[in-house]
């Protein structure tokens, strides 16, 4: 079979995978299970990186295969899944497709660029990246699972406008020209535990989990 199958590569698959089971549920009117999927995706790219980091022999078609299909499969997961979340609030005249495909286009031009970028940055340097241009694609997944926790303090009809344009809004920072610094481990690591948490915590009693 073509391609590579090892360890490194088992986050990333579980990430989209997830992720086109939330598409699925999208479709059938699950969102929370929908915006649960797409937090899950998110802890997987989380820590997809470190895991592949960690085998010391990958020849160079290897990394460059991970960087490709880690790219591949952000856009599933950050880009097409909320996409067709955002969509599933219904058109909104106009606003629902329009912060769809915006959310896609943004996610392909920001990805593809990373790409291009990044192999030059790794044959030039072996330090780790200090800071992004744009917004990071994989925001959504703590942006707008938080966004859907605090709906309730939105009224009801209003919330799918507001949701949707903040689509629009994150998908022009994915390709805004603006220096964000990266965080540390440690402080993407905490971040991103208190948004799951803070999510799970709505989400367990949304679904009655206990």
């Not at 590579?4 to 088992?10: A, D, G, L, P």
């Not at 072996?126 to 709906?151: C, D, F, H, M, W």
Request: glycine fraction near 10%; aromatic fraction near 12%; proline fraction near 2%.
């Amino acid at each position: 079979m073509i391609g590579f199958y090892n360890y490194t590569v088992i986050l990333t698959y579980i990430g989209v995978l997830s992720s086109v089971f939330g598409i699925t549920q999208v479709m059938d009117g699950n969102r929370s299970v929908a915006f649960l999927c797409l937090v899950i995706s998110g802890i997987c790219d989380l820590f997809d990186g470190k895991v592949a980091r960690s085998k010391k022999d990958r020849t160079e078609h290897e990394k460059v295969f991970g960087i490709q299909i880690d790219s591949l499969c952000d856009l599933v997961c950050f880009g097409v899944l909320p996409a067709c979340i955002g969509y599933s609030y219904g058109k909104n005249y106009g606003l629902g497709i329009v912060s769809a495909l915006m959310i896609v286009l943004g996610g392909v031009i920001r990805l593809g660029y990373f790409n291009v970028m990044e192999e030059e940055r790794q044959r030039n340097s072996a330090e780790n990246r200090k800071e992004y241009q744009g917004l990071p694609i994989t925001t959504t997944s703590i942006i707008l699972p938080l966004l859907y926790v605090g709906r309730t303090n939105v009224p009801a009809n209003v919330f799918p406008y507001v949701f949707q344009g903040f689509m629009i809004l994150v998908a022009i920072l994915f390709v805004l020209n603006i220096s964000i610094k990266k965080l540390s481990n440690k402080g993407i690591l905490i971040m991103f535990t208190l948004g799951v948490l803070i999510f799970l915590g709505y989400i367990s009693r949304t679904l009655g989990w206990f």
